[in-house]
């Protein structure tokens, strides 16, 4: 790995935690029930890009399941926001 790549990699990375740190607010505003469905549909996705990055060995795939995996730990509180809700 050049270290080209290896910043790049890096810079994601921080991106991606900004981005987490930014939608929480966001995400505590949503309805419980949209969150939850946004949770599952992102771990879906991130299993069936595994798969078929696995099975095709194609990149767009590795592309769909770390969107799949972002986007289930954005919405991965979904849990104690119906739990709060109830109180």
Known sequence: MSIT???IIIAVFI????IYKRADKA??????????KLNW????VGIA????WY??????YMLI???GVVVYFLFYGYDRMEEEQKQ
């Open 5 to 7: 790549s290896f910043l």
């Open 15 to 18: 991106a991606l935690m900004f």
């Open 27 to 36: 995400v505590k505003k949503m309805d419980p029930k949209v969150v939850k």
């Open 41 to 44: 549909v992102g771990f879906v």
């Open 49 to 52: 890009g595994g798969i078929a």
């Open 55 to 60: 099975l095709f060995h194609n990149g767009i």
């Open 65 to 67: 399941t770390l969107a």
